[in-house]
């Protein structure tokens, strides 16, 4: 957050401080005031939601706009990252020195000559053209993503974003990551998730890739 406060102007909680106790770390922060989206939703009209989204959306620019100080799939300080959606990473995973890298451990090395004891040769298809795709792409450099756009995450005041919380998932990844963690995170909340994903960059041949690896190497 304190990188976030110092590089742009999204509104997130001051941090007071952080120590550390019985080797649990605590994080002391400013309460913004403001409703989370499930608990304003139920009083504004369309025009007051569609305000919302413009905000993200503008939010979200901002930290398109940010410059990464390499290629690496990496933390704002350089290191470690947590997502839910790999549960290998509980509780974090460590940073990769390129996408490709970080492709090749998200499938556990499976290389597309190999053919996996995963499913059957339609499903094993579906996972070679997955590994295809996540080697060949064309990847451009790995952009700032906060990584868990759930509705919950994000408070409203006066018909405007004034937080967004949890920055925990946040890192430099492939610029797909945003649009498929918010379409893979809220798919339960099909109108939020599909709102959102309007909002973001879209990226639907990432999608299907992602949602191959979700099946196979993902989960929460």
């Known amino acids: 957050m304190k990188f976030l406060s110092e590089h742009t102007s999204i509104p997130v909680p001051k941090v007071y401080c952080s120590f550390v106790r019985?080797?649990?770390?605590?994080?002391?922060?400013?309460?913004?005031?403001?409703?989370?989206i499930p608990t304003a939703w139920r009083s504004v009209s369309e025009n007051t939601r569609q305000k919302i989204f413009n905000d993200l959306r503008d939010m979200i620019q901002e930290l398109r706009a940010l410059s990464p100080k390499s290629n690496r799939v990496e933390s704002c300080t350089g290191g470690s990252l947590r997502d839910s959606r790999i549960p290998r990473s509980r509780p974090r995973f460590d940073p990769f020195e390129s996408i490709d890298e970080f492709h090749l451990w998200l499938r556990d090395y499976l290389?597309?000559?190999e053919h996996s004891s995963q499913g059957d040769e339609q499903e094993w298809e579906e996972i070679k053209k997955m590994a295809v795709l996540q080697d060949y792409g064309s990847w451009p450099p790995p952009v700032f993503t906060h990584g868990d756009l759930n509705p919950s995450n994000i408070l409203d005041r006066g018909e405007r974003i004034v937080g967004i919380i949890d920055w925990e998932f946040a890192g430099w990844y492939p610029n797909y990551w945003e649009y498929t963690s918010a379409w893979l995170g809220n798919i339960t909340r099909t109108e939020w998730r599909d709102r959102v994903c309007n909002t973001l960059d879209q990226f639907p041949a990432e999608l299907e890739m992602e949602k191959v690896r979700h099946r196979w190497w993902?989960?929460?």
Do not use: H, L
């Open 111 to 113: 290389q597309p000559s």
């Open 22 to 36: 019985k080797n649990r770390a605590y994080i002391v922060m400013e309460r913004i005031q403001g409703e989370d």
């Open 218 to 220: 993902g989960g929460f």
